[in-house]
C-alpha cells in the first residue's frame, strides 16, 4: 500500500509540473513505470528527450524484490536495472505513437538468506549477479493531453510494463 501512495504521489507532482504539448523536437518526458519484471512486480521511471524529430534517448529505472519465508530461512532477493535509452518513434507528433528501441545497462542483483535459529546454511552458496545489459523495447505512446501521455512497453528490463509520462 506504501509503495501505491508513493506512486500516486509521484504522479500528483509530475503533472503539476508538466507544461508543453506533443512529441517534437526538444520535448522531454518524465514518468513512472509499473510492470512485470525480473521479479513479478517492478517499479521504476522513464525520462526521455526527443533530440531529433523521430529519435529520443534518456532513462530509465526498475525495482524489483521478492522475498520466501520458509521453515528453515528467509531468502530475499533484490533487482535493481539502471539503463540509457534510445527509442525510433514511428509517428511522431500523432496521438498513437508506435516505437522501437534499444536499452543497454546495468543490472544490480543481490540476494540476502537469513537462517532461523537452529539452522545453518548447509548450501554455501551467493546468488548475487550484477552484470551489464543489452536489451529491447517495442511499444506505444497514446497522447492523453496536451501535457500527459500513456505508455505502454514490451522489452527488457520492464518485461511488460505501463505508465504515465509528462511533457515538459
Given at each position: 500500500m506504501?509503495?501505491?501512495?508513493v506512486?500516486?504521489?509521484?504522479v500528483?507532482?509530475?503533472?503539476g509540473m508538466?507544461?508543453?504539448?506533443?512529441?517534437?523536437?526538444?520535448q522531454k518526458?518524465?514518468?513512472?513505470?509499473?510492470?512485470?519484471?525480473?521479479?513479478?512486480l517492478?517499479?521504476g521511471?522513464?525520462?526521455?528527450?526527443?533530440?531529433?524529430?523521430?529519435?529520443s534517448?534518456?532513462?530509465?529505472l526498475?525495482?524489483?524484490?521478492e522475498?520466501?519465508?520458509?521453515?528453515?530461512?528467509?531468502?530475499?532477493?533484490?533487482?535493481?536495472?539502471?539503463?540509457?535509452?534510445?527509442?525510433?518513434?514511428?509517428?511522431p507528433?500523432?496521438?498513437?505513437?508506435?516505437?522501437a528501441?534499444l536499452v543497454m545497462?546495468?543490472?544490480?542483483v543481490?540476494?540476502?538468506?537469513?537462517?532461523?535459529?537452529?539452522?545453518?546454511?548447509w548450501?554455501g552458496?551467493?546468488?548475487?549477479?550484477?552484470?551489464?545489459?543489452?536489451?529491447?523495447?517495442?511499444?506505444?505512446?497514446?497522447d492523453?493531453?496536451?501535457?500527459m501521455?500513456?505508455?505502454?512497453?514490451l522489452?527488457y528490463?520492464?518485461?511488460?510494463?505501463?505508465?504515465?509520462?509528462?511533457?515538459?
Open positions: 506504501k509503495k501505491l501512495a506512486v500516486l504521489l509521484l500528483a507532482v509530475m503533472a508538466a507544461s508543453a504539448a506533443g512529441y517534437k523536437m526538444g518526458y518524465v514518468g513512472p513505470l509499473v510492470g512485470l519484471g525480473w521479479h513479478d517492478m517499479l521511471g522513464q525520462f526521455e528527450y526527443g533530440f531529433h524529430e523521430k529519435i534517448g534518456g532513462a530509465i526498475g525495482w524489483s524484490s522475498s520466501y519465508d520458509y521453515y528453515w530461512a528467509e531468502y530475499t532477493y533484490t533487482y535493481i536495472a539502471i539503463g540509457a535509452q534510445a527509442n525510433y518513434h514511428f509517428k507528433g500523432e496521438k498513437f505513437d508506435p516505437f528501441g545497462g546495468y543490472d544490480i543481490s540476494f540476502d538468506e537469513k537462517y532461523k535459529p537452529g539452522y545453518t546454511s548450501y552458496y551467493d546468488a548475487t549477479a550484477s552484470s551489464m545489459f543489452l536489451g529491447g523495447a517495442l511499444g506505444c505512446n497514446y492523453f493531453s496536451p501535457t501521455v500513456g505508455t505502454a512497453r522489452g528490463p520492464f518485461y511488460l510494463a505501463a505508465g504515465v509520462s509528462f511533457k515538459f
